[in-house]
T-cell receptor, first 108, second 113 residues
């Protein structure tokens, strides 16, 4: 069945780039999303990419999509303490499937 | 932030009791969703609505029912709560297409003892 996989944790030094990876299984996905969840809050849509795109850049965020390998990544440039959160990847085809989330922690 | 509120924000209830969670939106969006979030599972869709009185099941709908009598309100009911329904419940809305650009409420933490 459809599945979205993410690593559970990522630790990055402040000022470095963070790269959060995601793999998915449904080749009919139309949109792929990245959401951010801060403690005690709901999910916030960060960015999305349409399945016929390879890359999308939005300020410090860069999304890369490798459709052949069904691999999606989110790069956060110049990572700040405010970027500490859980990041969810999601794919949308006939339904939407969320990954389990990657907890990003920032080291000073 | 999208105008989505959930009530209550926290609830503790006993096994076997009925529970209703409310989602209220002020955005006039057509689509509304209920998810549950559990460690290691991400978010899983319980039910969604594509209009007043129009609802459909998600992947984990057993034990839950929903109702939408007005555009702005989407209710999730646990007819007889079980400990396995202890979770954080999120409501979401989207405007133009199902699942597209969803905006999430702050969540309801439900504990069933």
């Amino acid at each position: 069945g459809e599945d979205v996989e993410q690593s559970l944790f990522l630790s990055v030094r402040e000022g470095d780039s963070s790269v959060i990876n995601c793999t998915y299984t449904d080749s009919s996905s139309t949109y792929l999303y990245w959401y951010k969840q801060e403690p005690g809050a709901g999910l916030q849509l960060l960015t999305y990419i349409f399945s016929n795109m390879d890359m999308k850049q939005d300020q410090r965020l860069t999304v890369l999509l490798n459709k052949k390998d069904k691999h999606l990544s989110l790069r956060i440039a110049d990572t700040q303490t405010g970027d500490s959160a859980i990041y969810f990847c999601a794919e949308r085809a006939s339904k939407i499937i969320f990954g389990s989330g990657t907890r990003l922690s920032i080291r000073p | 932030d999208a105008g989505i509120t959930q009530s209550p924000r926290h609830k503790v209830t006993e096994t076997g009791t009925p529970v209703t969670l409310r989602c209220h939106q002020t955005e006039n969006h057509r689509y509304m969703y209920w998810y549950r979030q559990d460690p290691g599972h991400g978010l899983r869709l319980i039910h969604y609505s594509y209009g007043v009185k129009d609802t459909d099941k998600g992947e984990v709908s057993d034990g839950y029912s929903v109702s939408r009598s007005k555009t702005e309100d989407f209710l999730l009911t646990l007819e007889s709560a079980t400990s396995s329904q202890t979770s954080v419940y999120f409501c979401a809305i989207s405007e133009s297409e199902v699942y597209y650009e969803q905006y999430f409420g702050p969540g309801t933490r439900l504990t069933v003892t």
